[in-house]
């Protein structure tokens, strides 16, 4: 199985300390060099910046289409666009984005979008967290993550809580 990341999850999932469910759910996830400079070089001291940098498990795959990513980068941020363009490249299972718009694109482009809170509903399913809901509620108070309150039901019904 195959997955590439975009920065968001990431991140996300690295301030409210629960990065390793991305490794414990996919073992090995792939990540454009756009992404890594966001998190590693720019987002330097912040939440999941020594994790990754430092990760045996998160791998740095050079992108060869550069006319798709620059393409791409006209609708999307350079980590979405690249992130999208790898997963392309790589035929991959999944990639973890967040905002909208990406995902958007990357359904037109058939692949399988999955945000953060998707990767929680998976977490709980396969019984590596008890519960979604806490989850939810320090991304919202630690992370910043925006939710409104129709997703936020619909994630509790999801995860069958």
């Known amino acids: 199985m195959k997955i590439v990341s975009n920065t968001s999850p990431l991140i996300n999932l690295a301030m409210i300390g629960e990065l390793e469910l991305i ?13 890594f400079d966001e ?13 990754i940098k430092n990760s ?20 999307l941020d350079k980590g979405e666009a690249e992130a999208i363009a790898l997963s392309i490249e790589l035929s991959a299972n999944l990639v973890l984005l967040d905002e909208k718009r ?3 694109i990357a ?6 979008p999955l945000g953060t809170l998707g990767i929680l509903i998976h977490a709980k399913k396969t019984g590596l967290i008890p ?3 806490p989850l939810i509620d320090r991304l919202q108070n630690h992370a910043g993550f925006w939710i409104d309150n129709q997703l ?6 999801s995860a069958d809580e």
């Open 152 to 157: 936020y039901q619909y994630v509790l019904t």
């Open 56 to 75: 045996s498990w998160i791998i740095v795959h050079p992108i060869k289409n550069t006319l798709l990513t620059k393409s791409l980068f006209l609708q």
């Open 39 to 51: 998190i590693v070089i720019q987002g330097k001291g912040q939440a999941g910046a020594k994790q």
């Open 131 to 133: 519960l979604v809901k």
């Open 23 to 35: 490794k414990k759910l996919y073992n090995i996830i792939y990540i454009p060099q756009a992404v």
């Open 102 to 104: 990406g995902r958007t």
């Open 107 to 112: 359904t037109q482009f058939n692949l399988r």
